[in-house]
């Protein structure tokens, strides 16, 4: 009797475990051009598909700083702005651009930014900007999931080169990568 009460509280230990744990992420055999950024390539599957499967899609998108001025500019001349407001704005850019964060995830609890923590690197493994973006909560976005975003300046790179960006879902114990054509 005391075996048997043994083995199925060890074959329960077992199970609770399995369950605990995540499974990883799948990849593309080749990095995949995000649609929304031209700058941006997925590497892990990370698409709309999954999103409502298990309500855990994150995505990223990249704006250099030329994109920023070029958008500040037509800004100044549809708002016709004063000098001073266009400089304050100006000096308020991040030079190295900036990274839109977006979770997407099943409940506003669940949709905390704080949970996500970023890293990029170069090729040769040089860590260049990590990152743990700060605490909110999602807005309804559809059926059950929400969505929340982040706009954070990004690091300025001497030469244009590609970034390693890994985005650590500490909720979800998994890692989005992702590709950046930093400039």
Not at 5 to 29: D, G, H, W
Not at 67 to 76: D, G, H, K, Q
Not at 168 to 183: C, G, S
Request: charge should be positive; charged fraction near 25%; glycine fraction near 4%.
């Amino acid at each position: 009797m005391k075996k048997l009460f043994l083995l199925i509280t060890l074959l329960s230990s077992f199970a609770a475990s399995a369950q605990m744990v995540t499974p990883e992420r799948k990849r593309y055999m080749r990095p995949k051009k995000d649609e929304e950024c031209a700058l941006v390539l997925n590497v892990t599957k990370n698409t709309d598909e999954d999103s409502q499967k298990d309500a855990s899609m994150t995505r990223v998108a990249y704006r250099p700083y030329t994109e920023l001025v070029t958008a500040l500019n037509a800004m100044r001349e549809m708002n016709r702005w004063a000098d001073s407001t266009y400089q304050r704005r100006f000096k308020n850019l991040p030079p190295g651009g900036e990274l839109q964060v977006t979770m997407y995830r099943r409940g506003a609890q669940n949709a905390d930014p704080s949970a996500l923590s970023l890293k990029a690197s170069t090729k040769d493994g040089k860590e260049v900007f990590t990152q743990t973006l700060t605490a909110g909560t999602g807005r309804f976005w559809n059926q059950d999931q929400y969505k929340s975003e982040r706009v954070i300046p990004f690091v300025k790179v001497d030469a244009p080169q590609p970034l390693t960006l890994i985005i650590t879902d500490a909720k979800l114990k998994q890692d989005f990568e992702y590709v950046i054509n930093a400039q």
